[in-house]
């Protein structure tokens, strides 16, 4: 399963982005898809992720950062709104998915960088 994400960029504190993650592959199911993120000298931090139609937000973005699923195009989308300087990052999309061959696999992106400035 290959992962793209899309739509990083510089953006002001206070603006909005809104991030695309499309998944291609011999898919056959997709299980799950999580947004991650890493900041300079940080760990890797779960940001938001849906999985059989729930959604999950880390404390830092919920009620700011919304998930959408577009299912026939196997594509999730992060709206991040009121953006502030600590959410730059590298944002990384991870999906688990069970492929043609019954077979369960994760996959990650090679991320997008989001750079907030105050």
């Known amino acids: 399963v290959q992962l793209v994400e899309s739509g990083g960029g510089l953006v002001q504190a206070g603006d909005s982005l809104r991030l695309s993650c499309a998944a291609s592959?011999?898919?056959?199911?997709?299980?799950?898809m999580d947004w991650y993120r890493q900041a300079p000298g940080r760990q890797r931090e779960f940001v938001a992720g849906t999985a059989s139609g729930t959604n999950h937000y880390a404390d830092s973005v919920k009620g700011r950062f919304s998930i959408s699923m577009d299912n026939a195009k196997n594509t999730m989308h992060l709206q991040m709104n009121s953006l502030k300087p600590e959410d730059t990052a590298v944002y990384y999309c991870s999906a688990g998915a069970v492929i043609i061959t019954g077979e369960f696999v994760t996959s990650w992106g090679q991320g997008t960088q989001v750079t907030v400035s105050s």
């Open positions: 592959g011999s898919i056959f199911s997709i299980t799950t």
